[in-house]
């Protein structure tokens, strides 16, 4: 007598479950909410960092995952599978070595770059083999540089003198902020910023002006803050309350 679990018997159930599978796929069409989603996390991510290309709307009974670059399933361009049932990850050809695909198929990626930028595709194996298929878009930005800061010059006197501060920074696309005395700058009437604030007048100085600046620049993911420039304000009037200009004497010592 044959044991239920002999190979025949395995072997026409399970035709008869892939029959019945395909005569419901036949009549079943998925709901457009429900459709298998990939999402980025973070949408936009800096060089360097890790992003999670999250899968939304798995379908049931799953038994693996290949996750593909590109926006199509294409062989060549294979990233890794992974058997849910093993737990196993197998390298394709486009493998870099960053990526983990986790058993809900979400698709790690370590230390991302620009080159990494573009679409992925997710195709999902489920156990009566039928294969859906998700596309997500990835996208890396660069990280911004570390500005410096450049004064025209940093020991002033005050009434007299006008000094200008330049943020350098070799990057395109970005934002610059001022920061004095690790504040954000509060402009007087005596500060001006032009050229996209990377230059800051201040005309005429005054004592209340020394201190430490710094720019910082940002883009989209990423910002960086410039070294910290001194500046320093010689008095006009000393302490005696004689204006010095009127004295042969010594110039007037800076404060700082
Ligand atoms: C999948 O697993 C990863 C790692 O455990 C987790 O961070 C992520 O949130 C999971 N994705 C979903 C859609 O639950
Ligand atoms: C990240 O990648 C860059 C080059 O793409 C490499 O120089 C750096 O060492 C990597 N960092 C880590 C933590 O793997």
Known sequence: MEPPSSPAHRGHGH?????????L????????????????????AAEGKDVLLL????????????????????????????????????????YSGRETIYPN???????????????????????????????????????????????????????????VLTCLTRDAGISIQWFFNNQSLWLTERMKLAQDNSTLTIDSVRREDAGEYQCEVSNLVSSSKSDLLS??????????????LLRNEDPPCPLF
Request: charged share 15%; glycine share 8%; proline share 6%.
């Open 105 to 163: 198929g979400s698709l790690l990626f370590q230390n991302v770059t620009q080159k990494d930028t573009g679409y992925y595709t997710l195709q999902v194996i489920t156990k009566i083999l039928l294969s859906e298929v998700g596309t997500g878009q990835l996208r890396v930005y660069y990280s911004v540089a570390q500005p410096s800061i450049q004064a025209s010059n940093t020991i002033v006197t005050e009434y007299k003198d006008a000094v």
């Open 15 to 23: 035709w008869q479950r892939l029959l019945l599978a395909v005569s």
């Open 231 to 244: 500046l320093a304000v010689s008095s006009l009037v000393e302490k005696g309350g004689l204006h010095p």
């Open 55 to 94: 899968v939304h709307n798995l379908p049931g009974r799953l038994s693996g995952y290949a996750w593909y670059k590109g926006d199509r399933v294409d062989s060549s361009q294979q990233i890794a599978t992974y058997v849910i049932r093993r737990k196993e990850i197998t390298p394709g050809p486009v």
């Open 25 to 44: 796929l036949t009549f079943w069409n998925p709901p457009t909410t429900a459709r298998l989603t990939i999402e980025s996390v973070p949408p936009k």
